[in-house]
């Protein structure tokens, strides 16, 4: 997951930095972090936790500068504490440089290995780190082909956010283009973000995607773009970024998000409809789905499921006695519109199935009749090693359960997912995912894995 921003000839380029790292904050809850550059010096603030609880007016004050670069993290490689917060900030031969990355390096365990054998020492357990100390080992004379030498040796996803003591910002999106990166316009500066929505929040112009392979790179002269010198691969962009991760009101691969979620919902109520009073959603990831498949299927669509805004995707509770207040201290039932009611819920994914479980408890003790469950993706059977942080194959209920033994676990009346092929039409592709990967539903992963992920895979084996 994780979200990367960067601002690029702007007087208030930490200032505007912190307001599209904002934007991001769905994207990690972990961390963030904003390193800015002035007279060749590069400063850097990072601290665990949201960004309003990292930065106020006096930390950003004291990162001045026309360019910065910013990240929100929610880890998959390297544990979860300030040593890996990013953006990281190196210093070596070719001078100083920062880097903020998205997804997952496959390799980066036998890269490291090599590294640390022949003299390397990691300042973090992040992967990303792995990058950096393959272009201090390079020896080509300037950033551009450090960089190159460097991602010739990496595999896996990357969509990275670069910033140099010359002031150069540098984005890069690795050659299957798994995670996305896309480019703006304020006024004139030029802006990198992970998502579109924002540029909406600082009023930004969208330019256009980074394409998968692409090294562009900003700097007084203005922009210009290089290709990554490896083979190009077949584009595989994660259509889980459609389905849960992107925020409704971006465009992802220049389509609305919000649509293609609704479409999921359109084309769930065609494959498995049911009688039913009312549709509601798992608020706030399942709203698109669920409008869409009232819409199809004619019944009428309500908030059954009130979501508390205070408690974030991280919360933790403080001991185990009230571990089972968790969901109901998220989402509270709406009586009025459940009670006596045969109730379609629509949610986005079900991962372990623990939380899809309290909710069906909570609707029936609102007094619900009945409760179908409706999931606007495939099962969820493998585990992702491209940027997701997804739990190891023997924690997926759908890896080792059918649909029907789900459902008598969660105490749903009844339950759904959308097909694969429903999935991928409703993201504008072929019924059989060309140009996307969905190694999460399928087990059919793009890029050779690791040998740690290897392993990973072959204990989870069911």
Same mark, same amino acid.
């Given at each position: 997951?994780?979200?990367?921003?960067?601002?690029?000839?702007?007087?208030?380029?930490?200032?505007?930095?912190?307001?599209?790292?904002?934007?991001?904050?769905?994207?990690?809850?972990?961390?963030?972090?904003?390193?800015?550059?002035?007279?060749?010096?590069?400063?850097?603030?990072?601290?665990?936790?949201?960004?309003?609880?990292?930065?106020?007016?006096?930390?950003?004050?004291?990162?001045?500068?026309?360019?910065?670069?910013?990240?929100?993290?929610?880890?998959?490689?390297?544990? +979860?504490?300030?040593?890996?917060?990013?953006? %990281?900030?190196? /210093?070596?031969?070719? !001078?100083? @440089?920062? =880097?903020?990355?998205? $997804?997952?390096?496959?390799?980066?365990?036998?890269?490291?290995?090599?590294?640390?054998?022949?003299?390397?020492?990691?300042?973090?357990?992040?992967?990303?780190?792995?990058?950096?100390?393959?272009?201090?080992?390079?020896?080509?004379?300037?950033?551009?082909?450090?960089?190159?030498?460097?991602?010739?040796?990496?595999?896996?996803?990357?969509?990275?956010?670069?910033?140099?003591?010359?002031?150069?910002?540098?984005?890069?999106?690795?050659?299957?283009?798994?995670?996305?990166?896309?480019?703006?316009?304020?006024?004139?500066?030029?802006?990198?973000?992970?998502?579109?929505? +924002?540029?909406?929040?600082?009023?930004?112009? %969208?330019?256009? /995607?980074?394409?998968? !392979?692409? @090294?562009? =790179?900003?700097?007084? $002269?203005?922009?210009?773009?290089?290709?990554?010198?490896?083979?190009?691969?077949?584009?595989?962009?994660?259509?889980?970024?459609?389905?849960?991760?992107?925020?409704?009101?971006?465009?992802?691969?220049?389509?609305?998000?919000?649509?293609?979620?609704?479409?999921?919902?359109?084309?769930?109520?065609?494959?498995?409809?049911?009688?039913?009073?009312?549709?509601?959603?798992?608020?706030?990831?399942?709203?698109?789905?669920?409008?869409?498949?009232?819409?199809?299927?004619?019944?009428?669509?309500?908030?059954?499921?009130?979501?508390?805004?205070?408690?974030?995707?991280?919360?933790?509770?403080?001991?185990?006695?009230?571990?089972?207040?968790?969901?109901?201290?998220?989402?509270?039932?709406?009586?009025?519109?459940?009670?006596?009611?045969?109730?379609?819920?629509?949610?986005?994914?079900?991962?372990?199935?623990?939380?899809?479980?309290?909710?069906?408890?909570?609707?029936?003790?609102?007094?619900?009749?009945?409760?179908?469950?409706?999931?606007?993706?495939?099962?969820?059977?493998?585990?992702?090693?491209?940027?997701?942080?997804?739990?190891?194959?023997?924690?997926?209920?759908?890896?080792?359960?059918?649909?029907?033994?789900?459902?008598?676990?969660?105490?749903?009346?009844?339950?759904?997912?959308?097909?694969?092929?429903?999935?991928?039409?409703?993201?504008?592709?072929?019924?059989?995912?060309?140009?996307?990967?969905?190694?999460?539903?399928?087990?059919?992963?793009?890029?050779?894995?690791?040998?740690?992920?290897?392993?990973?895979?072959?204990?989870?084996?069911?």
């Amino acid at each position: 997951m994780c979200g990367v921003f960067g601002i690029h000839g702007h007087d208030e380029a930490a200032n505007i930095a912190y307001l599209g790292m904002h934007a991001l904050q769905h994207r990690g809850q972990e961390s963030a972090g904003l390193v800015a550059v002035e007279g060749n010096k590069l400063r850097q603030q990072v601290a665990m936790g949201l960004v309003s609880d990292a930065f106020n007016r006096d930390a950003l004050a004291k990162l001045p500068g026309t360019s910065a670069i910013g990240h929100i993290r929610y880890s998959t490689a390297g544990t +979860s504490e300030l040593r890996n917060a990013q953006p %990281f900030v190196f /210093e070596y031969s070719g !001078g100083a @440089i920062s =880097i903020a990355h998205n $997804g997952n390096l496959v390799n980066a365990t036998e890269l490291r290995a090599e590294l640390e054998a022949s003299g390397s020492i990691f300042q973090t357990s992040s992967d990303t780190e792995v990058i950096v100390h393959l272009m201090a080992k390079a020896r080509e004379p300037d950033v551009l082909g450090k960089l190159n030498a460097a991602l010739k040796r990496v595999r896996g996803a990357y969509s990275l956010c670069l910033l140099t003591n010359d002031e150069k910002m540098i984005g890069v999106r690795d050659p299957n283009g798994f995670r996305p990166l896309v480019i703006g316009r304020l006024k004139d500066s030029y802006v990198l973000s992970s998502e579109t929505c +924002s540029f909406d929040l600082i009023e930004a112009e %969208f330019i256009r /995607e980074i394409e998968p !392979g692409e @090294i562009v =790179i900003f700097e007084k $002269g203005g922009m210009t773009s290089h290709r990554i010198a490896a083979p190009a691969e077949p584009p595989t962009f994660c259509v889980f970024e459609h389905v849960y991760f992107a925020r409704p009101d971006s465009l992802v691969n220049s389509k609305s998000v919000y649509r293609a979620r609704e479409r999921m919902g359109q084309k769930l109520a065609q494959e498995a409809p049911i009688d039913g009073d009312v549709v509601i959603p798992v608020p706030d990831s399942g709203v698109p789905a669920a409008i869409g498949y009232s819409k199809e299927s004619g019944i009428p669509f309500e908030m059954g499921l009130i979501r508390s805004h205070y408690v974030g995707r991280t919360f933790i509770e403080p001991q185990d006695s009230i571990r089972h207040f968790g969901v109901r201290l998220k989402l509270s039932p709406v009586r009025s519109i459940v009670d006596g009611k045969r109730v379609i819920v629509v949610d986005d994914s079900l991962v372990r199935g623990t939380t899809s479980r309290k909710i069906v408890k909570m609707l029936r003790g609102a007094g619900a009749r009945e409760v179908h469950l409706r999931i606007s993706a495939p099962p969820t059977t493998h585990p992702c090693f491209y940027g997701i942080n997804t739990p190891t194959r023997s924690e997926l209920v759908a890896a080792s359960h059918s649909v029907e033994e789900i459902g008598r676990y969660v105490t749903c009346d009844s339950l759904a997912y959308l097909s694969h092929e429903g999935m991928m039409t409703a993201v504008g592709t072929s019924p059989n995912g060309a140009g996307f990967c969905s190694a999460c539903f399928t087990g059919d992963y793009p890029v050779a894995l690791g040998t740690s992920d290897l392993v990973q895979l072959r204990r989870a084996r069911v």
